[in-house]
């Protein structure tokens, strides 16, 4: 079966073709107030560990929610961390903050990750029934950002990562890393395997150049592994601890937020949210600066690289190719495939490149300019 439009036809693509089907929520509204779990956990390779677990409020789940395993920075406390479990509780996430037994060895919070991810799959969570344990994030603040460099090379069950100040190509840090004092050699540069956010400071690092933050973002980009790094003007080691403003906390969940709703739920208005060069039009209760040009790093680049975005400077401006729906920068036979499956299936979201929810005829015209071109217009 075909359908055509002007010159250019779509097959019917059998149901296992389909990609980007859009998940149904998991919440019925934001908000609330988590659900908050003190527990101890059986650590990987013996012991136990101290843990605190977060659900949405009860009345608002409608059904199971993805899960993240989250880290602490070196020698913090669960607390430090709290702000972003909340947020992600109230916004349809079951977190697991895990305290790792050693807060200086790297090995320490690796293991910590991963037994928060066992805990939150096993009977013992007292939110299991709530709890989707095929989406799995991670998230963690400073050496717990490095850390979970090595988790997602090691460990299969993540989906997805977050790094507040920041993402590294190694556990060890990188010319991006201020808490190894930007100085730090890679050793050893891990692979990466799953789409990562990089939240970074702009006041350290300056010697090694305007790229220095984007370090990790160039490793994920060279493997074809979606990526996207911000670097907030005017921010310090801290914006991503229990003492930040309630401002910078709300900046952070922002962007932390929208990186899972996009690669754990499918969320058609992430990518979007992302992208925003106004974000505070997406929350006009928080009271942060109004424009990219004012909120990121004008020291450090900040990129994007995923659904067809390759942008190595944010505040230089951006070329979204959403047409590009296979990510090798050309707009050709494969992204037709892909649209075409799409296009059948109306709320397939691959094929959504105006952004509204559904694949229909208002992303043809999209998606036809750039097949002529063979290249992103």
């Not at 990466?192 to 370090?215: E, F, H, M, W, Y």
């Not at 980009?221 to 003492?243: C, D, K, L, M, T």
């Amino acid at each position: 079966m075909c359908r055509c439009f002007a010159t250019i036809c779509f097959l019917t693509l059998p149901a296992s073709a389909q990609l980007g089907q859009a998940l149904p929520p998991c919440i019925s509204a934001p908000g609330g107030t988590p659900r908050v779990a003190d527990v101890t956990i059986p650590q990987q390779g013996g012991g136990t560990l101290t843990a605190k677990v977060f659900a949405p409020e009860a009345s608002l789940q409608i059904a199971p929610c993805p899960c993240i395993t989250m880290l602490p920075g070196g020698g913090a406390g669960i607390s430090s961390v709290e702000w972003a479990a909340n947020q992600l509780a109230r916004n349809g996430y079951v977190v697991i903050i895990t305290l790792p037994a050693s807060g200086g060895s790297v090995a320490s919070y690796n293991t910590a990750a991963k037994s928060g991810i066992d805990f939150l799959q096993s009977a013992s969570n007292p939110f299991r029934a709530g709890t989707d344990i095929t989406r799995v994030g991670g998230a963690g603040w400073s050496l717990g950002a490095r850390a979970l460099t090595r988790t997602q090379d090691e460990d299969p069950r993540l989906d997805a990562i977050v790094a507040w100040d920041n993402l590294a190509v190694s556990e060890t840090g990188d010319a991006g890393s201020p808490q190894t004092n930007c100085n730090s050699v890679p050793n050893p540069v891990r692979t990466p395997r799953v789409p990562a956010l990089g939240q970074a400071s702009d006041n350290t690092c300056a010697q090694n150049g305007i790229d220095a933050k984007k370090t990790a973002w160039t490793w994920w980009r060279q493997n074809n592994i979606p990526a996207y790094e911000i670097v907030f003007a005017n921010s310090n080691h801290f914006w991503w601890s229990g003492n930040a403003s309630t401002t910078q906390n709300a900046l952070a969940s922002y962007y932390t937020l929208a990186w899972f709703d996009r690669w754990l739920k499918n969320d058609p208005s992430a990518r979007a949210r992302l992208m925003d060069t106004t974000p505070s039009s997406a929350a006009p209760n928080i009271a942060w600066s109004s424009n990219w040009g004012s909120l990121l790093s004008p020291s450090f680049r900040s990129a994007a690289f995923f659904d067809g975005i390759d942008c190595p400077d944010l505040r230089a401006g951006c070329s979204f190719c959403a047409a590009d729906l296979s990510g090798d920068r050309v707009v050709d036979d494969a992204d037709f495939v892909l649209f075409a499956a799409a296009y059948e299936n109306l709320f397939d979201l691959t094929g959504d490149l105006n952004a509204d929810g559904v694949t229909d005829d208002a992303d043809f015209p999209i998606f036809a300019q750039s097949y002529d071109a063979l290249l992103c217009p």
